[in-house]
């Protein structure tokens, strides 16, 4: 599987954009990409419109961004969140969280 991420510092609040999988196989390349970026900028937008994939490793991978911003002080914002993540959230009830 494949995956990417990105950021775009060109608007006001920079934007990190995720895509391809997010699942056991990319889960950890994921975690590693991404919380640099949560350490660097206070406030953060994870922009998830361009994944293509995602189970419970996904949803993992949103608490522990959130878990890396909190103890960093810092703020991450989540946009396009897939719909099978948010029922995923829902089912375990961690849809508040994100």
């Given at each position: 599987?494949?995956?990417?991420?990105?950021?775009d510092?060109?608007?006001?609040t920079p934007?990190?954009?995720?895509t391809?999988?997010?699942?056991?196989t990319?889960?950890?390349?994921?975690?590693?990409?991404?919380?640099?970026?949560?350490?660097s900028?206070?406030?953060?937008?994870?922009?998830?419109?361009?994944?293509?994939?995602?189970?419970?490793?996904?949803?993992?991978?949103?608490?522990?961004?959130?878990?890396?911003?909190?103890?960093?002080?810092?703020?991450?914002?989540?946009?396009?969140?897939?719909?099978?993540?948010?029922?995923?959230a829902?089912?375990?009830?961690v849809?508040?969280?994100?």
């Amino acid at each position: 599987m494949s995956f990417s991420v990105s950021l775009d510092s060109g608007s006001e609040t920079p934007r990190c954009v995720v895509t391809g999988a997010l699942d056991f196989t990319t889960a950890r390349q994921a975690l590693d990409a991404v919380v640099p970026h949560i350490n660097s900028n206070a406030v953060l937008d994870i922009d998830l419109a361009g994944v293509t994939k995602s189970n419970s490793a996904g949803l993992a991978l949103i608490i522990e961004w959130l878990a890396s911003a909190r103890r960093a002080g810092h703020t991450v914002t989540f946009h396009h969140i897939p719909d099978g993540l948010r029922q995923l959230a829902g089912v375990c009830q961690v849809d508040g969280l994100i």
